[in-house]
């Protein structure tokens, strides 16, 4: 049973009513982030209810050694954690002595959280009787700054509605914070200074081992009914806490209200012994915006990104609001702004995954970034990759490669491998290739190769060497096959020849080759530094090709079809509608040593090789193998639906596209693995916004120029997308009767539709 508490809005996530047994969900659910830190949406008052405190900050991690029953040789040293950060949200608030604690009320009534997508808030409210009898009402708002990224601000507000009421508040900042998921209860931070003077407090705070200097600090400001007024505070000041009390009394029906300013300052970005001052400056300059100023700046900041990554939807309000959530997760997440950073899969509403990246990034996210926004945010992402070039050449070496070969890992904070599982870490490779696309695909539809002389190639020939290595000439099959793998297909481990794994491989080969080429005719001044840094040779080239032209990929002439692996034939072929409905999920249902041994498939495994590499393929092809493999798929990662609501759309299985992509966009709104209260799926979410645009709009970049087959669900009314194609905007609108195209820009833009060609004139009013 998927839940279903949350009200369907085209704009706002809304819960009403207070259900202690949602707090975590929620939590997850409402987090806001501004792409340089971010925060699970707990309460600002004290809760001792179940919960799952969170706050965490782009690119502060910890290593966290790694636990296993016992060592082998290559093994990763440590999982990276996105570290729970030093909390600055808090407010204890008091009314005549009695403690405020949801947990505790009496009676707790009209309760309503609101994340306001189109504006970047959240807000909570409602009434409540205390344990002295005392009834008052509460209204807060909170958000991110993305003009001040360092600032947060948070208004609360308290009404006594049975009697005048002594009400105290207060703000405090806590550096006593310890992550849910450590491995051996390690201490992250260690408390460096605390200093308060006059509003403002400030904590600096390190982390251990990684040397990460923090600043975490606050400021507030005292109204009653709207009027500024001011309160000497009583300060507390311990190990790692310092907090001011403010006490006023208030009488019945008089609005009690504290403005709070807190956020961080970080050594990565200011010189750490003047994180305090840094500090300061920030702090001053967001109470000369005031709340209200900086919420009109937010309001500003989210209005000008909706204005070209919105996709409307008219007739589905569950299905609009999916998207909606999506798209403004991926946005608080990453913003583009630091090529240092990346996209964790839980961004930043949870520990799950350590907070790090994956190949997520490149299969799914950066078609999103792309179309959404300046092609140097995509530029940023790919550069990333380039920055940890050497240390993928590290983990190589590590695995016993040589010669400049590359791995990248599949799970990094800075460019190490550091995942915890031996089959994924050394057997799911096929993330190389992911790497290897993105640069493909980053060329394909921005238009600009100077990415890859300056950069790209020396990643692109790492790779390459990697995969000449790892491959193995068999005598038997007289072609060069890839032993001991997992394909995307995590529900496999230790198999052969992974199609997918092979394809992708040869692929990336050919690749490197051909580019090769084109920079040593358009670019040799590059080709030539390239050259003497990497010392490749004409005949290291001639090996590479013949692993590539020589690649194996299992086949069975039976069914027409490329195998998933050599030894899928010999499975026990029953399809998902035929398994008992008991046994689902199978990965909380079944052992693992029963889950390796069936047919059933995670996410899509050849058919992410058909979703990469379509245009190599026939539509009757991928026809053939969606129907093969689809139903043996049960759809147990994240990732896995948008990819084949894609394809079902490409094959004009409208109603099959449409389910999949509610799925895929209300993966957590209704909670379909029950494991929201972890976080979020935030790299899956790219593969919904994926699922209309390349989906049911059907774009493509084909011959250099963009195509469209639009397609709508008879759900729908109509559906518009906006994607930057080379810097001029193109605006898609389909309804069942029509097929639009706007072109903002400078220049005329031919299109295909439907495999016409259309040209666009600027319509720039």
């Known amino acids: 049973m998927n839940q279903d508490y949350i009200i369907a809005n085209a704009w706002s996530i809304i819960e009403e009513g207070f259900n202690e047994d949602r707090v975590k969900s929620s939590e997850s659910l409402f987090s806001i982030g501004n792409g340089a830190m971010g925060q699970r949406a707990n309460f600002e008052e004290q809760y001792s209810g179940a919960t799952f405190q969170g706050s965490y900050i782009a690119g502060v991690y910890y290593p966290d050694k790694t636990r296993v029953g016992w060592w082998k040789n290559g093994y990763p040293e440590y999982f990276a954690k996105v570290l ?39 807000s ?32 609360y507000s308290i009404k006594p509605t049975n009697g005048s009421a002594k009400i105290n508040f207060q703000p405090y900042l806590d550096a006593g914070i310890t992550n849910e998921d450590s491995n ?48 000497e505070p009583d300060i507390i000041n311990k190990d790692n806490f310092v907090s001011f009390t403010y006490e006023k009394d208030i009488n019945n029906g008089e609005m009690f209200t504290i403005h709070k300013f807190a956020g961080y300052t970080v050594d990565r970005n200011h010189d750490r012994n003047e994180l305090i001052s840094s500090a300061k400056r920030t702090l001053n300059t967001a109470m000369t915006y005031a709340f209200k100023g900086l919420l009109d700046s937010q309001k500003h900041a ?103 070969a590359a791995l990248y890992p599949m799970v990094t904070m800075n460019g190490e491998e550091c995942h915890n599982e031996w089959e994924i870490t050394f057997e799911e490779i096929h993330r190389n290739g992911a790497i290897a696309f993105a640069i493909f695909n980053y060329h394909r539809y921005t238009g600009d190769f100077s990415y890859i002389p300056e950069k790209g190639l020396e990643v692109l020939i790492g790779i390459a060497r990697f995969w000449h290595q790892r491959s193995t000439f068999s005598e038997d099959k007289n072609s060069y ?27 990336c080969i050919d690749y490197a080759l051909e580019t090769l080429e084109k920079v040593k005719e358009e670019y040799n001044t590059d080709y030539s530094r390239i050259i003497a840094k ?182 729908w009314t109509s559906y518009s997308f906006k994607v930057n194609f080379r810097n001029q905007i193109l605006k898609v609108k389909v309804s069942s009767t029509k097929k639009d195209f706007e072109l903002h820009g400078n220049n005329q833009l031919t299109i295909m539709v439907d495999g016409e060609e259309l040209i666009l004139k600027p319509n720039n009013n």
């Not at 032993?483 to 040869?506: C, D, F, M, S």
């Open 534 to 715: 990497t010392k490749l040779t004409e005949s290291e080239l001639h090996s590479w090709k013949k692993v590539a032209d020589n690649m194996y990929f299992p086949y069975s002439k039976k069914r027409n079809v490329y195998l998933q692996q050599d030894g899928f034939l010999d499975k026990e072929l029953i399809t998902v509608a035929n398994l008992d409905k008991t046994q689902r999920p199978i990965n909380q249902k079944w052992s693992w040593d029963r889950i390796l041994r069936s047919p059933y498939i995670k996410q899509a495994d050849t058919l992410q090789g058909f979703y990469f590499f379509e245009d190599q393929f026939s539509t009757e092809e991928l026809e053939r193998h969606f129907d093969f493999y689809e139903p043996f798929t049960v759809h147990e990662s994240s990732l896995s639906p948008c990819v084949h609501s894609i394809q079902a759309a490409k094959l004009n299985r409208m109603e099959q596209a449409y389910t999949f992509y509610l799925r895929t966009s209300r993966l957590d709104l209704d909670d379909y693995n029950h494991e929201v209260e972890e976080g979020l799926h935030i790299t899956s979410m790219a593969g919904t916004w994926m699922s209309i645009v390349e989906g049911f709009g059907g774009m493509r970049v084909k011959d250099d120029m963009l195509s469209f087959e639009p397609k709508i669900p008879e759900q």
């Open 124 to 155: 909570r409210s409602f009434k409540a009787t205390l344990q002295n009898d005392i009834e008052i009402e509460v209204n807060t708002k909170r958000f991110l700054s993305l003009e001040l990224d360092e600032v947060g601000a948070i208004e």
């Open 184 to 231: 051996w209860d390690d201490k992250f931070w260690k408390v460096m200074n605390i200093e308060h003077n006059q509003n403002q407090a400030f904590i600096e705070t390190k982390t251990m081992k990684t040397n990460f200097h923090v600043c975490t600090f606050m400021q507030s400001q005292l109204f009653v009914s709207g009027q500024s007024v001011s309160v």
């Open 302 to 404: 989210w209005s000008t990104i909706w204005s070209m990554s919105d996709i409307t939807i008219e007739g589905d309000l569950k299905a609009q609001q999916g998207i909606r959530f999506n798209i403004f997760q991926l946005n608080q997440t990453y913003l583009g702004k630091d090529s240092r950073l990346n996209i964790g899969p839980k961004g930043f509403t949870g520990e799950k995954y350590g907070g790090s990246t994956y190949w997520d990034t490149e299969a799914y996210c950066i078609p999103f970034y792309m179309a959404t926004k300046d092609q140097i945010v995509a530029r940023n992402l790919l550069e990333y990759r380039y920055n940890h070039l050497d240390k993928a050449i590290e983990n190589a070496q590590k695995l016993g490669f040589s010669n400049g």
């Open 84 to 122: 729970n950060a030093p909390n600055w949200i808090g407010i204890n608030v008091q009314i005549n002595g009695e403690e405020l604690d949801l947990h505790k009320c009496k009676k707790v009534e009209d309760f309503k959280r609101e994340l306001n997508m189109k504006e970047g808030w959240l």
């Open 481 to 507: 096959v890839i032993l001991g793998v997992t394909g995307p297909n995590e529900y496999e481990n230790n198999i052969n020849n992974n199609w997918y794994t092979n394809y992708i491989a040869k692929w």
